[in-house]
C-alpha cells in the first residue's frame, strides 16, 4: 500500500524558531511536493522536487527552504517561522512519468503547524 | 501558468440530491485532471483521473467526471448524494508544472 509518512500531525513552535517538517515515502517515486493548506485558498505549492538533490521554488516560497538528500525523503524548513506561517502542510509524492496514469500524487496526513 | 477554478466555495445539498461540482482550468497544451477529496480529519485521496481516451472517467464511490476540452472544464458529478460525502473537493490540473490545485469546494450533505 503506497505510504506517503509526515512525522508530526500538530506542532507548535514559537516566533523565530527554525522548524523542520519531515516527510517520507516508500514508493521510490522520483518526484515530492510541499504544500500548504489554507481555508478558502486551496493547496499552493511552496517547494518541490524532482531527483535527490534537486530542488525547485513553487508558488510561494518565501520564508521555506527544502532539502532532499535522499530519494525517500523531503524535509521542509522553516528559517525564522512567523505567525502567518501557521498553516496546514501537505506533502505528496509522484513517479516521473512525464504522462500517463502513473502520475497522480499520493498525499500524507498533513502536519498542523501553529506559530505562536 | 496554469490555473484551476472551482466556482462553488460551499454546496449544502439534502441526502439524495443530485451533485455536480464545477471546475474550469486555463492550460492550452495536453493536461491530466483529477479530482481529490479530503474528508474531515483525513488526508486528501484521489476520487478519479483523466489522462486520454473517453473524456467520461468514473472514480469510486458512485462519482464521475467529463471532460469537455472545447470548454476548458472538468466537472465532477454523483447521481445521489449521501451524508458520508460530506468533505471537502479540489480539482486539480498537470499540465508541464506540478499539479495545480483550485481553491476547493466544501460539500456539505444534510439528512
Known amino acids: 500500500d503506497v505510504k506517503v509518512t509526515q512525522s508530526s500531525r500538530y506542532l507548535v513552535k514559537r516566533t523565530g524558531e527554525k522548524v523542520f517538517l519531515e516527510c517520507v515515502q516508500d514508493m521510490d517515486h522520483e518526484n515530492m511536493f510541499w504544500y500548504r493548506q489554507d481555508p478558502g485558498l486551496g493547496l499552493r505549492l511552496i517547494y518541490f522536487s524532482y531527483d535527490v538533490k534537486m530542488k525547485e521554488k513553487g508558488d510561494i516560497p518565501e520564508g521555506y527552504s527544502v532539502s532532499r538528500e535522499k530519494k525517500e525523503r523531503f524535509s521542509l524548513i522553516l528559517e525564522s517561522a512567523s505567525t502567518n506561517q501557521t498553516s496546514m502542510y501537505l506533502c505528496?509524492?509522484?513517479?516521473?512519468?512525464?504522462?500517463?496514469?502513473?502520475?497522480?500524487?499520493?498525499f500524507g496526513q498533513g502536519t498542523r503547524l501553529t506559530v505562536v | 501558468a496554469q490555473s484551476v477554478s472551482q466556482h462553488n466555495h460551499h454546496v449544502i445539498l439534502s441526502e439524495a440530491a443530485s451533485l455536480e461540482l464545477g471546475c474550469n482550468y486555463s492550460?492550452?497544451?495536453?493536461?491530466?485532471l483529477f479530482w481529490y477529496v479530503q474528508y474531515p480529519g483525513q488526508h486528501l485521496q484521489l476520487l478519479l483521473k483523466?489522462?486520454?481516451?473517453?473524456?467520461l472517467v468514473k472514480g469510486i464511490k458512485g462519482f464521475e467526471a467529463e471532460f469537455i476540452k472545447s470548454k476548458f472544464s472538468f466537472n465532477l458529478r454523483k447521481p445521489s448524494v449521501q451524508w458520508s460525502d460530506t468533505a471537502e473537493y479540489f480539482c486539480a490540473v498537470k499540465g508541464n508544472t506540478p499539479l495545480v490545485f483550485g481553491k476547493g469546494t466544501r460539500l456539505s450533505v444534510i439528512a
Open positions: 483523466y489522462f486520454s481516451g473517453d473524456p
Open positions: 505528496a509524492s509522484s513517479s516521473n512519468l512525464v504522462t500517463g496514469s502513473d502520475t497522480e500524487a499520493f
Open positions: 492550460y492550452g497544451g495536453t493536461v491530466n
